[in-house]
T-cell receptor
Framework: SQWGEENLQALSIQEGEDVTMNCSYK?????VQWYRQKSGKGPAQLIL?????REKRSGRLRATLDTSSQSSSLSITGTLATDTAVYFC???????????FGTGTTVSVSP | EAAVTQSPRNKVAVTGGKVTLSCNQT?????MYWYRQDTGHGLRLIHY???????EKGDIPDGYKASRPSQENFSLILELATPSQTSVYFC???????????FGEGTRLSVL
C-alpha cells in the first residue's frame, strides 16, 4: 500500500467541537485529496491540496500537506451532526489514472 | 445530470457461482474504476479502464475480471465467487484522478 498509518481510526465528538484527522503516505505524490463518505453512499471529494500548497481551505474545512514528512491532515471547525461520516485521504497511483485511498477515519458528531 | 449507476444494489451469491456487477455512467468519462470496501481496509482498487476495450489491474485483481465494452459500461466479473469476496463494491468514473471521480452508490455482495 502507498499509505501508511491513518491516525485515530474513530472519533466521537459533540456538535460545535473541532476535529483533526491525519494520514501519512509512503510514495511521492503531487496531490492529496480528502473524501467524505456518508452511510450508504459512495465517497465524495471534499478538498484537493497540491504539493506546492501547504494549506488549503474550503468553508469549515482546512487541509494541510507536509511533503517533507509525507503527511496530510484535515480539520473541520464547528462540527455539525451532518459531518458524521468516514473521511478518507487519497492520492493517485503511478500515472495519475486512479485514486488510492487510505483506510479512513470514522467521525461521529452528536447533536 | 452526471451519474454513475450500479446494478444490482444487493446480491446474494453461492460459493463457486458466477457473479457479474454492472456499472453505467452518463458522464462521457474516459476512465472507470471498480473498488471494494471492507472494514479496516478502506477502498481498494480492483480494476480500472482508460476507455472502451481497455482494462487494467489495480491493487487487488486476483479473483476478478473486468470488461469495458463501451464508453458507458464497465462490468466486474467474479467467475468463481468465494466468501472472501463478500464486500461492498463501488464503481466510479472520471477523466483523471485529480478531477474527483464520481462514485456510484455501491453494490452489497454476499457470497454464501
Amino acid at each position: 500500500s502507498q499509505w501508511g498509518e491513518e491516525n485515530l481510526q474513530a472519533l466521537s465528538i459533540q456538535e460545535g467541537e473541532d476535529v483533526t484527522m491525519n494520514c501519512s503516505y509512503k510514495t511521492y505524490t503531487t496531490v492529496v485529496q480528502w473524501y467524505r463518505q456518508k452511510s450508504g453512499k459512495g465517497p465524495a471529494q471534499l478538498i484537493l491540496i497540491r504539493s506546492n500548497e501547504r494549506e488549503k481551505r474550503s468553508g469549515r474545512l482546512r487541509a494541510t500537506l507536509d511533503t517533507s514528512s509525507q503527511s496530510s491532515s484535515l480539520s473541520i471547525t464547528g462540527t455539525l451532526a451532518t459531518d458524521t461520516a468516514v473521511y478518507f485521504c487519497a492520492t493517485d497511483n503511478q500515472g495519475g489514472r486512479a485514486l488510492i485511498f487510505g483506510t479512513g477515519t470514522t467521525v461521529s458528531v452528536s447533536p | 445530470e452526471a451519474a454513475v449507476t450500479q446494478s444490482p444494489r444487493n446480491k446474494v451469491a453461492v460459493t463457486g457461482g458466477k457473479v457479474t456487477l454492472s456499472c453505467n455512467q452518463t458522464n462521457n468519462h474516459n476512465n472507470m474504476y471498480w473498488y471494494r470496501q471492507d472494514t479496516g481496509h478502506g477502498l481498494r482498487l480492483i480494476h480500472y479502464s482508460y476507455g472502451a476495450g481497455s482494462t487494467e489491474k489495480g491493487d487487488i485483481p486476483d479473483g476478478y475480471k473486468a470488461s469495458r465494452p463501451s464508453q458507458e459500461n464497465f462490468s466486474l466479473i467474479l467467475e468463481l465467487a468465494t466468501p472472501s469476496q463478500t464486500s461492498v463494491y463501488f464503481c466510479a468514473s472520471g477523466d483523471h484522478s485529480y478531477q474527483a471521480p464520481l462514485f456510484g452508490e455501491g453494490t452489497r455482495l454476499s457470497v454464501l
